[in-house]
């Protein structure tokens, strides 16, 4: 299944990098680019200066897969908010939190930025997603679960104009710990796993004056997703979870 | 530019038109002959056990339990063995294909994945290890030994499968009830779930007994469907959508085959088949649909009358799930000789006085609930769990009567294998 993914990165990879090879445009020429200047963003692979806060804050939207909702299609909303700070010249914080209210993933992270050319940037990085949820619904829940998972990405940006930045990302997902609770009866996981794979592509741009937006898509193939472990999936398969991601970058 | 567009497209199609489709095929076909050959009762009760899995633990674990069952078909009994595992829902499927052996030929799954693969047992016995074949007597000393092989998919049989008598089986009262006729769709049995063929199928998985979704059709037919809408994760393509309320029976078995080519069934098909083609001991009558529940009461008394009649011990209970359907228990006019399940909370079903109580696993286990219910002489089943280390969990607890599952080979291994 992945080698059409990877087909697909590879097409996407070559859209940038053969443009990225062309000699880059004299300073003084209307669309030259100066790899320097930071435009606002959270996922194109340029670090802050140092001691530089970026945010954004917005939402993402889940659509469950059909093994485990049949014949509802529900697409899930949750706040997305993401926090970064520059430490070097390349290296920066990551962080984002994702909620609906009763259940939410908070992630930790650190990334390594470079530019390759005047357009084309790269970043690697791991996450550490923490997440937890509560549900006490009379005649129907009362469960918990909390998990940790860790997320090494990496993410290949290119700056299609001087505003115009495309990311492509890519995340492999490692279960670290799960744990779940129905009244007093509880079950823990603590065998690390490989759960699965996510890419995603994003748009960065300004949208109405000043205000620059994040709108992408994530694809995750993966074996457990945290917003639907109320679900309990026993399928020991990659399910799919698409996502739309819209965040406005404050 | 363009042609950065075009690519960052492909990109994104790439990744969005994967939806993978899993398949996991029968790697054998069943001769279903009747009878059970040299496998006489005597023999097949002292098969049943906890067997230690000395030869194939990597794959199956390191205990299994190993269970007769059979279906009828007129006068003729045919005889299965099966195998349950505690690795990943796994179970094995055995006949009897040449009467005058002690060997065994069929399959095995693991239903949480796509694993399957072939395997044949043969019935022998060790002693001071050496191995014997078994001539149905065992003598002290003797161990009795399932020695066979295994192998993945469809190919023929060369792994070492050897399983050796550890103790009986757990005999504590306690039912297995098999979601939606016997397993879900989605979890790639060979027959659909709501289907016959799932029914006289629940057995092999572990079921002792099954639940099934009723629904009314057009012209007020009552048949087994479980979705709200005529989709394709449960028919094969055929153009019509929308909810089966508003076809015809005759439509829906003209048109409509569910998704491994069946009839979708009446529900006094089903209940046929449950009393005169399968050992099951219990039907949970799931009611899906609003509106009277006059015929299904009807079908419920005929066939509780039926098992009566030949000797079956038999349970046919009406579950009712919502408030709309306890209106329409409410609503008839002669509610004796209809036994009901109420989902709803424990004032509720003391109102109705059901015998049996059934709330959602997710609440936990309840225990001064269960107990006062049980005190009361009630029947207390959860459903629909799945999570076979939560399916272990509730077993250990020893306090309900049984768990509605989709995976009724790991409520058999879980139930079967817990020493009280």
Redo the contacts between chains.
């Keep these: 299944?992945y080698l059409?993914?990877f087909?697909?990165?590879l097409?996407?990879l070559?859209?940038?990098v053969a443009?990225a090879q062309r000699r880059p445009l004299p300073a003084d020429h209307p669309r030259a680019i100066d790899s320097t200047v930071r435009q606002p963003a959270i996922y194109f692979p340029q670090a802050p200066y140092p001691g530089e806060w970026r945010k954004s804050l917005g939402v993402v939207f889940t659509t469950t897969p059909?093994?485990l909702t049949?014949?509802v299609r529900l697409r899930v909303p949750a706040v997305d908010f993401n926090l970064q700070r520059g430490l070097t010249k390349h290296f920066f914080l990551v962080s984002r939190l994702q909620t609906q209210f009763i259940q939410s993933n908070l992630s930790l992270g650190v990334r390594w930025a470079t530019p390759l050319t005047d357009r084309l940037f790269l970043s690697v990085g791991n996450d550490v997603h923490g997440w937890a949820g509560v549900?006490k619904l009379?005649?129907?829940?009362?469960?918990q679960a909390v998990g940790v998972q860790n997320v090494p990405n990496l993410s290949l940006g290119y700056r299609?104009t001087r505003e115009l930045q495309?990311t492509?990302k890519g995340e492999a997902i490692t279960d670290w710990y799960y744990r779940?609770?129905?009244?007093?009866?509880a079950?823990e996981n603590r065998n690390r796993g490989f759960n699965g794979l996510a890419?995603t592509?994003v748009l960065e741009q300004p949208f109405y004056g000043n205000r620059h937006v994040s709108l992408g898509?994530r694809?995750a193939?993966s074996n457990f997703n945290w917003q639907f472990w109320?679900l309990?999936d026993?399928?020991?398969?990659?399910l799919?979870y698409?996502q739309l991601i819209f965040n406005f970058i404050l | 530019m363009k042609t950065r567009c075009y690519l960052s497209t492909l990109l994104l199609l790439s990744l969005l038109g994967c939806q993978r489709d899993y398949e996991a095929p029968v790697p054998y076909t069943f001769a279903d002959n009747p009878g059970a050959g040299q496998f006489t009762a005597s023999v097949r009760q002292r098969m049943e056990g906890v067997y230690a899995v000395t030869a194939g633990n990597s794959q199956f674990g390191e205990q299994v339990a190993v269970k007769w069952t059979y279906g009828m078909n007129g006068p003729d009994t045919t005889h299965y063995l099966s195998v349950f595992t505690g690795t990943d829902v796994g179970y094995f499927n055995f006949e009897v294909v040449k009467a005058d052996t002690m060997t065994l030929t069929g399959y095995w799954r693991k239903l949480v994945n796509t694993e399957t693969g072939r395997a044949r047992l043969s019935v022998k016995t060790t002693r001071n290890g050496q191995v014997r074949p078994y001539r149905g007597q065992l003598t002290e000393g003797d161990t009795l030994v399932l020695d066979g092989a295994f192998s993945e998919k469809t190919a023929e049989p060369s792994q070492s499968l050897r399983l050796a008598y550890r103790r009986p089986l757990n005999t504590e009262p306690f039912a297995i009830l098999a979601h939606r006729g016997g397993g879900r769709t989605s979890d790639l049995l060979p027959t659909s779930e709501n289907s016959l063929d799932m029914i006289k199928l629940a057995s092999r998985l572990g079921a002792t007994g099954i639940e099934i979704d009723v629904r009314y059709t057009k012209d007020g037919v009552p048949i087994l469907y479980h979705d709200n809408t005529l989709n394709l994760r449960l028919i094969q393509k055929n153009g019509l959508k929308g909810s089966i309320e508003n076809y015809t029976y005759q439509q829906l078995t003209t048109l409509v085959r569910l998704i491994n080519g069946e009839r979708i069934p009446t529900l006094e098909e089903a209940l046929e088949t449950v009393v005169s083609k399968t050992p099951l001991s219990f039907v949970w009558l799931d009611t899906k649909y609003i509106g009277p529940m006059d015929k299904m009461q009807v079908l419920q008394q005929k066939f509780r009358q039926r098992a009566a009649q030949l000797g079956r011990t038999l349970q046919i209970v009406i579950g009712l799930p919502t408030q709309n359907a306890i209106n329409s228990y409410k609503a008839l006019a002669d509610k004796s000789n209809t036994p009901i399940l109420c989902e709803l909370d424990t004032a509720i079903t003391r109102s109705l006085n059901a015998k049996i109580w059934a709330p959602r696993w997710t609440l936990g286990p309840q225990t001064n609930q269960v107990l006062a219910m049980k005190a009361e002489g009630r029947t207390v089943f959860v459903w629909t769990l799945d999570e076979p280390r939560f399916i272990d969990e509730f077993i250990n607890q020893g306090q309900f009567n049984g768990i509605l599952s989709n995976y009724s080979p790991a409520v058999a291994y879980y139930h079967y294998t817990r020493q009280p």
């Design positions: 299944m059409r993914h087909i697909g990165l097409f996407c070559l859209a940038l443009p059909p093994a049949e014949e549900l009379k005649d129907v829940f009362n469960s299609l495309l492509v779940s609770q129905v009244g007093s009866l079950i890419f592509a898509l694809a193939y109320s309990y026993t399928f020991d398969r990659n799919f698409p």
